[in-house]
């Protein structure tokens, strides 16, 4: 993708290496906002050496015009709208659109995307059998992320992925499904029958009808609640060159299709240090609770590093402030709680951790914010959805992103299999020894 130089006032300017008495000129990249580039790809033919970088601490895989984040000073943006104002006025379905065809949708646009994702949502039946036949002990992301790669078995016809229709079919049909297959998931963990979507319902109603609704039941579905898991959708559509996406364009990159690089994400994102950290911060103010709500002592066991403990739900790679998200959440969860009816002794908690943490020097010098993981699994739990059920809801926010930015990566001219270096540190050449000798 080629990055236009524009917003930012001035050219970028090109780096310089100096190794021994060479001097090697690296092109820039601009950025329209954030950090400008600077291309080292040649480095390795020009002077035989590869750079290191475990992380991606300070390496850009791609250019991107999906989102923008400036971690100093919490600011997150889709397609250059702030996420406080997609948030108050837009649907995740609008905001699905807006990330994957780069503008936000005309009304007859919108209706059209919604229309289409609606039509889609229904799972066939052989598929509900498969979902039906994983143990009902199976973590909710395994199961997630196998059915996922179970839609390429069903759909083979939207798989090709250089193929634009089938790629747009794909996109529909994983945007469509995703609330179907999550809302089994979570049914089938439960012992409950499994519900149909029902058209016309609304894409968020309709996932919390399945997911909620008692067999011979009518669902009593606050709108609050409705438009809080909107909201949260919202939030968690797209974080740009996050773990699971980066998965996502690896896995891509290799001509994969949509389905299983999608699935190969969701698979990322299970893992505690990412997505899974919704789960695990209930979890700790769960134990933080249960050992007699001691929060000091709790936080001094962080502070320590004792047993490798951690404030799940705090810190970034990316933000070293307030997490804009995290902000958004936090004033939402009073009201949301109070709208459902619930008090949550775990709210209380997670205030006290931040309230002690934001005042401690050792969260102040390491620019240890809540993160959006902080909060939201207070208000997933106050609407009825178990622990284990977090991340899956974080996989559902997240597929208008993992998609975006492998339908980017797929058009674009400079894409190429990624395919890291390494440093050998291993032994140099040895001989084979024998097994007598041995
Ligand atoms: N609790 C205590 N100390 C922490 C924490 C934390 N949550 N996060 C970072 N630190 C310390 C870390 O020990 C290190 O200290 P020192 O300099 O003394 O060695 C310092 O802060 C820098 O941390 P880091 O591990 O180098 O930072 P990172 O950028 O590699 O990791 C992170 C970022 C998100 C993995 C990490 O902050 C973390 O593990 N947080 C808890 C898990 C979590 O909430 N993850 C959700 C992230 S947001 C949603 C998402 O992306 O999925």
């Known amino acids: 993708m080629t990055v236009?130089?524009?917003?930012?006032?001035?050219?970028?300017?090109?780096?310089?290496?100096?190794?021994?008495?060479?001097?090697?000129?690296?092109?820039?990249?601009?950025?329209?906002?954030?950090?400008?580039?600077?291309?080292?790809?040649s480095l390795l033919a020009t002077t035989g050496k590869v750079t290191v970088d475990p992380g991606f601490m300070n390496t850009a895989a791609c250019t991107s015009d999906i989102t923008f984040i400036d971690g100093a000073e919490g600011v997150l943006r889709y397609r250059g709208y702030p996420i406080e104002q997609l948030a108050?006025?837009?649907?995740?379905?609008?905001?699905?659109?807006?990330?994957?065809h780069g503008e936000?949708?005309?009304?007859?646009?919108?209706?059209?995307?919604?229309?289409?994702v609606d039509r889609h949502m229904y799972l066939p039946e052989d598929f509900r059998?498969?979902?039906?036949?994983?143990?009902?002990?199976?973590?909710?992301?395994a199961m997630l992320g196998a059915a996922i790669q179970t839609m390429a078995c069903f759909y083979?016809?939207?798989?090709?992925?250089?193929?634009?229709?089938?790629?747009?079919?794909?996109?529909?049909?994983l945007m469509a499904k995703m609330p179907t297959m999550i809302s089994y998931i979570h049914r089938r963990a439960a012992g409950y029958a499994l519900l149909y979507p029902v058209r016309g319902e609304g894409y968020v109603r309709n996932f919390a009808r399945m997911t909620f609704a008692r067999p011979g039941e009518a669902a009593d579905l606050p709108d609050a609640l409705v438009e809080a898991l909107d909201t949260l959708l919202i939030l968690h559509a797209d974080h740009e060159q996050n773990c699971s996406t980066s998965t996502v364009r690896l896995v891509g990159s290799a001509q994969a299709n949509l389905y299983s690089s999608i699935s190969a994400g969701v698979a990322?994102?299970?893992?505690?240090?990412?997505g899974g950290a919704n789960e695990a911060v209930l979890e700790m103010l769960a134990r933080i609770r249960d050992s007699g709500r001691d929060v000091p002592t709790f936080m001094a066991r962080v502070k320590d590093k004792q047993d490798g403990a951690k404030l799940m739900g705090f810190g970034h790679r990316v933000y070293k402030n307030y997490d804009p998200r995290a902000a958004i959440v936090k004033k939402s969860a009073d009201r949301v709680l109070e709208a459902l009816g619930v008090t949550d002794e775990l709210l209380d908690i997670a205030r006290e951790v931040e309230e002690i943490a934001l005042a401690?020097?050792?969260?102040?010098?390491?620019?240890?914010?809540?993160?959006?993981?902080?909060?939201?699994?207070?208000?997933?739990?106050?609407?009825?959805?178990?622990?284990?059920?977090?991340?899956?809801?974080?996989?559902?926010?997240?597929?208008?992103?993992?998609?975006?930015?492998?339908r980017e990566m797929m058009s674009d001219p400079t894409t190429r299999i990624g395919r890291p270096?390494?440093?050998?540190?291993?032994?140099?050449?040895?001989?084979?020894?024998?097994?007598?000798?041995?």
């Open 360 to 406: 401690d020097a050792y969260f102040i010098e390491r620019k240890l914010y809540p993160n959006v993981d902080f909060y939201t699994g207070i208000i997933y739990r106050a609407m009825g959805f178990p622990s284990s059920m977090f991340t899956p809801l974080f996989a559902f926010g997240r597929l208008p992103g993992w998609i975006a930015q492998w």
């Open 129 to 141: 059998e498969i979902l039906s036949m994983q143990p009902r002990a199976s973590h909710p992301m």
């Open 268 to 274: 990322a994102l299970s893992g505690p240090l990412h």
């Open 421 to 438: 270096r390494q440093v050998y540190v291993g032994h140099p050449k040895r001989d084979f020894i024998s097994w007598e000798d041995r």
């Open 104 to 116: 936000l949708p005309s009304h007859h646009r919108l209706d059209e995307f919604v229309e289409r």
């Open 156 to 173: 083979p016809e939207s798989m090709d992925p250089l193929n634009p229709a089938a790629v747009d079919l794909a996109t529909v049909l």
């Open 88 to 100: 108050a006025n837009s649907t995740f379905l609008e905001v699905a659109y807006l990330l994957i």
């Open 4 to 41: 236009p130089i524009a917003g930012k006032g001035s050219s970028p300017v090109p780096g310089r290496l100096h190794l021994g008495d060479d001097a090697i000129d690296l092109p820039a990249v601009a950025a329209t906002a954030g950090s400008d580039g600077l291309a080292i790809s």
